[in-house]
């Protein structure tokens, strides 16, 4: 496949920057709050992971460029 359309139109058919950009995601998560969850209910743990995908995404958000179009 990479052969017959190049490596940009190989990524763009399997959608490669959305896996890429969950990997990182993921990445973040595990280096940031770690790989296990600490509570021991089920509705604790699910806040608990809650509570980590907004820290992760604040931290993303003020961490990202503004961009504009130029021309």
Known sequence: MIGERGRLGWRQAVNYGKRSLAEVAMFRY????????????????????????????????SGMPVSRQVA
């Not at 595990?30 to 931290?59: F, Q, S, W, Y």
């Open 30 to 61: 595990g280096k940031v709050i770690g790989r296990g969850l600490h509570a021991r209910t089920p509705p604790t743990r699910r806040t608990e992971a809650n509570v980590a995908c907004k820290v992760i995404n604040i931290m993303t958000g």
